[in-house]
C-alpha cells in the first residue's frame, strides 16, 4: 500500500542495542517538537483505535462490565456457537448477502453508464451543471433521505400512493411490507450514490488522450464506436478493481441505512448482520454475544475482502500490458 | 475534431440527453418537493397536491418549527457540535499529518503503520460503545466528536498535501533559528489555507449529518442533533418500535408528530439547507480527493 522512505539511524561506530537505542534517543530529541505535534494524533490512535481493538477479546468471554476484561470468565468460542445455532443466524446471512447482490446487480453498473453518458457532452456548462445536481444526493443526511421517503410512499396523502390511486389502485404500505425493503434500500441507494460514485469513472475518463478519439474520427470511427472502442476500455480497470472491492464486501453492510428504514414488520428481509449486533449489543446489552457476531462478521470480510484484492492484483497486473 | 452527423450519431445524442434530463429530474424533484411543500397550506399538503411550487404560500411552517417542539435547541445542537467538532477534526489531523508529512521525523515509518492498521482492523461498536462509556463520555457531546477526531482517508490527504510543499522553504526558515511551531504556523498554515478548508468542509458535512452516534451516546433527548429529531419526527414516529422511545417526547413535539406534515417538510428542508448551500464550493476538490481516498487508502 504505502511505500515508505525507510528511517534512517546513522549509526557510525556504535551497533550495539543499547548504541541503537541511544541513537534513536537522540534523533528523537533532534525532532522533539514534530515529536510533540505527532503525540496528540498517537495518543487518539492508542485510545480510540486500539483500546477497542483489545476489547475484541471479551468477544470469547462472558464479559460482565463489573469485571471488566481482566475479570469476565473465558468461554472461548461458546458466544460464537450460540449465534451459529441462533435460529436467526441463516436469514441474517441471506439478508445481508442479498442486498450486497441487489446492490451489485442493479446500482454498480449505473455510474458507469452515467460518467460514459456524461462523456459524450459537448458543452462544458451543461456537463458542469449536470455534474454539481449529480453530487447533490450525497450530502444529504441519510434520516433526510428515508424521511423523504417516508413522505413520498405515505398511504395518506404520499405522491406515490396518490398516483396508485389515480390510477383506480389499491394503496400499497411499503414502509411495513417485507416484498418492499429490498427494492426501497435499493432504489434509495440508487438515488445517493449516482452522482458520487461515478466520479471515479469520470476522473479516469478525463486521463484519455483526446488524440485517441481524433485519430480514431479520422479513420471513419462512429461516436457510439469511439464510446466502445476508446472511452470503455479507459475505464475497465477501475470497473475491475471496483467490482471485486464490492464482492470483497458481500458480507459488510452499514447498519445506519438500514436502522432507519426497517420496520419491526419488516424484519423478515430487513434484519442483517449489523444491525442483529446493534441490537443485540446495545439494546439488550448482550456485550460479548455481539461482539463475537460482528468479530465473525469482519473475519469473513477480511477474508473476502484478501481473495478479492489478491485477484485484483492479478488482474491489473496483466490489464497493465 | 470532425463532427460525426450520422444517424447513430444523432440517436446517441438522443440517449444521453434524455438520460441527464431524467436524472436532473429524479435528483432535484424529491429536493424540491421537499421546499415547496414546506412553504405550502396544510389543506394543500393533506391533499397531497403539492409538486415543486408552493401551494397556498405561507411562512407559518418555519414560524412554528422555529417557536415550538425541539427544532430550535436541536438546530444549535447540531451547529455547535459541527462547530466544535470540525476544530477538534483539523487541530489533531493537520499536527499529525504535518509530523508524519517531514522525512526527518524520527520513528515516522512505525507512526504511519500505527495509523494505517486501524484501516482494517477496528474494535467495532461494542468495545467503542463501553471505551466511551468507561472513559465517562456518555451523555456527553465529546462522544459525538472524540472517537472520530482523526479520519484516515483525510489525514492521508492532507499529509499528501503537506509532501508537496517544498523542503527548502523550511530549511531556509531553521537556518534562521525557527523551530518546527514557528514553521508551522508561519510557512505551512498559511500555504494550506486551500487544503483546511476542504478537508474542513468534509468533517464538517460529516457532522451535520451524523446522527447513528447520537442514538448510541445520548440518553437526554435535549441533547439531539437536528437528524435525530427529524428521525423522531419522520422515521420514528412511523413506525412502532420506537413506541417506548416516544413517551419521552414533550407535548409540542407530540402534535408535531400527529399531524401537519407542513412542519415535517420544513424540519426536513432546514436539515438539507445548509450542506446545500455548502457543497457546490467543494465540489472541485472531489476528484482529487476521492482518488487519493479510494486508490492510495
Do not use: C
Not at chain 2, 174 to 186: P, R, T
Amino acid at each position: 500500500m504505502f511505500r515508505l522512505p525507510q528511517l534512517t539511524i546513522k549509526n557510525k561506530s556504535n551497533t550495539s542495542l543499547k548504541g541503537r537505542f541511544k541513537n534513536l534517543m537522540a534523533q528523537i530529541y533532534k525532532t522533539r517538537y514534530l515529536q510533540l505535534l505527532a503525540l496528540p494524533g498517537l495518543i487518539y490512535f492508542a485510545v480510540f483505535q486500539y483500546v477497542p481493538m483489545y476489547g475484541v477479546l471479551m468477544a470469547f468471554q462472558n464479559y460482565k462490565i463489573r469485571d471488566g476484561i481482566w475479570g469476565s470468565k473465558w468461554v472461548w468460542f461458546d458466544q460464537f456457537l450460540k449465534f451459529f445455532k441462533h435460529p436467526y443466524f441463516w436469514r441474517l446471512i441471506r439478508n445481508t448477502v442479498l442486498i450486497n447482490v441487489y446492490q451489485l446487480i442493479f446500482v454498480f453498473p449505473i455510474p458507469i453508464i452515467f460518467a460514459l453518458l456524461l462523456n459524450e457532452i459537448r458543452n462544458r456548462h451543461y456537463k458542469r451543471i449536470v455534474q454539481t445536481v449529480s453530487y447533490l444526493p450525497h450530502f444529504i443526511s441519510m434520516p433526510a433521505i428515508i424521511g423523504m421517503m417516508v413522505m413520498m410512499l405515505s398511504p395518506n396523502g404520499g405522491m406515490v400512493n396518490n398516483i396508485i390511486k389515480a390510477l383506480g389502485g389499491e394503496p400499497i404500505y411499503f414502509l411495513t411490507e417485507p416484498g418492499w425493503f429490498r427494492p426501497l434500500y435499493i432504489l434509495s441507494d440508487i438515488w445517493t450514490s449516482t452522482g458520487w460514485s461515478a466520479i471515479i469513472y469520470i476522473a479516469a475518463l478525463s486521463g484519455v488522450n483526446q488524440e485517441l478519439y481524433e485519430s480514431a474520427t479520422i479513420d471513419g470511427a462512429k461516436r457510439w464506436q469511439r464510446m466502445i472502442h476508446i472511452s470503455v476500455p479507459a475505464i475497465s480497470p477501475t470497473i475491475i478493481i471496483m467490482l471485486l472491492l464490492s464482492i470483497g464486501k458481500l458480507l459488510s453492510l452499514g447498519a445506519e441505512k438500514v436502522l432507519l428504514l426497517q420496520t419491526p414488520l419488516t424484519y423478515e428481509t430487513s434484519e442483517v448482520i449489523s444491525t442483529f449486533v446493534y441490537q443485540r449489543g446495545l439494546v439488550y446489552s448482550e456485550y460479548s454475544f455481539s461482539t463475537a457476531v460482528s468479530v465473525f462478521n469482519s473475519v469473513i470480510n477480511i477474508i473476502l475482502l484478501y481473495i478479492a484484492n489478491s485477484v485484483t492484483r492479478r488482474i491489473t497486473e496483466t490489464s497493465l500490458w | 475534431m470532425v463532427e460525426d452527423r450520422s444517424l447513430s450519431s444523432k440517436i446517441l445524442d438522443i440517449i444521453v440527453h434524455t438520460t441527464m434530463i431524467f436524472m436532473l429530474v429524479a435528483t432535484l424533484y424529491p429536493v424540491l418537493n421537499v421546499l415547496a411543500s414546506s412553504l405550502s397550506s396544510s389543506a394543500a399538503n393533506d391533499a397531497g397536491i403539492v409538486s415543486i411550487y408552493p401551494i397556498g404560500l405561507t411562512f407559518d411552517n418555519y414560524r412554528m418549527v422555529f417557536e415550538a417542539g425541539k427544532v430550535p435547541k436541536a438546530f444549535t445542537n447540531s451547529v455547535i457540535y459541527t462547530v466544535v467538532g470540525t476544530a477538534v477534526n483539523l487541530l489533531l489531523t493537520s499536527s499529525f499529518a504535518y509530523a508524519l508529512s517531514r522525512k526527518h521525523l524520527a520513528l515516522r515509518k512505525l507512526y504511519m503503520t500505527i495509523a494505517i492498521i486501524p484501516m482494517y482492523f477496528s474494535g467495532g461498536l461494542i468495545p467503542t460503545f463501553l471505551l466511551v462509556k468507561n472513559l465517562g463520555l456518555y451523555d456527553s457531546m465529546w462522544a459525538l466528536i472524540l472517537p472520530g477526531a482523526i479520519s484516515i482517508t483525510n489525514f492521508i490527504i492532507m499529509r499528501t498535501f503537506f509532501q508537496g510543499i517544498p523542503a527548502e522553504l523550511e530549511e531556509s526558515a531553521s537556518l534562521d533559528g525557527a523551530n518546527d511551531f514557528v514553521i508551522l504556523f508561519k510557512i505551512i498554515i498559511p500555504l494550506s489555507k486551500a487544503v483546511f478548508f476542504t478537508i474542513g468542509l468534509y468533517y464538517a458535512v460529516g457532522h451535520w449529518n451524523s446522527w447513528f452516534s447520537a442514538m448510541v451516546y445520548f440518553k437526554d433527548s435535549s441533547k439531539y442533533p437536528l437528524q435525530m429529531i427529524l428521525r423522531e419526527m419522520i422515521i420514528a414516529a412511523n413506525s412502532m418500535k420506537d413506541a417506548a422511545t416516544s413517551e419521552d417526547f414533550n407535548t409540542a413535539a407530540d402534535i408535531i408528530n400527529l399531524n401537519v406534515k407542513g412542519l415535517k417538510y420544513a424540519t426536513l428542508f432546514i436539515s438539507m439547507f445548509p450542506m446545500l448551500m455548502i457543497y457546490p464550493f467543494i465540489q472541485k476538490h472531489f476528484m482529487k480527493g476521492v482518488m487519493m481516498g479510494s486508490l492510495k487508502g
